[in-house]
């Protein structure tokens, strides 16, 4: 079983930077992919970057693009995801999963097995 743990959340104003890292734990980790969302009430939770584990290749949400950098520490189990020039439409609750390989394409939410708590994001305008 794997454990999850988002850390790094916080207030910022617009145009601000903030790193989440996401700490992760079990006696099997060893996933194929792992990744960010976010999510705002009401609303789905929404892809915003995920990296593959072994080769570390890279792939964002437009909404990320030019922005948001995600990256791990193979050594530390950890993944992190660097947040600039933030908008207040980048509130919002930030998810950090953890996947096997899958068919099923990585920006969609079924393609992780595990979760974390959730890190919540705000920006001030």
């Known amino acids: 079983q794997v454990q999850l743990e988002e850390s790094g959340g916080g207030l910022v104003q617009t145009g601000g930077s903030l790193r989440l890292s996401c700490a992760a734990s079990?006696?099997?980790?060893?996933?194929?992919?792992m990744a960010w969302f976010r999510q705002t009430p009401g609303k789905e939770r929404e892809f915003v970057a995920a990296?593959?584990?072994?080769?570390?290749?890279?792939f964002y949400a437009d909404a990320a693009k030019g922005r948001f950098t995600i990256s791990r520490d193979a050594a530390k189990n950890t993944v992190l995801l660097e947040l600039n020039s933030l908008k207040p439409e980048d509130t919002a609750v930030y998810y950090c999963?953890?996947?096997?390989?899958?068919?099923?394409?990585?920006?969609?939410?079924?393609?992780?097995?595990?979760w974390g708590q959730g890190t919540q994001v705000t920006v001030s305008s």
């Open positions: 999963a953890s996947g096997p390989r899958t068919f099923v394409a990585l920006d969609t939410s079924r393609a992780y097995d595990s």
């Open positions: 079990g006696q099997t980790f060893s996933p194929f992919r």
């Open positions: 990296i593959m584990w072994e080769v570390g290749r890279t």
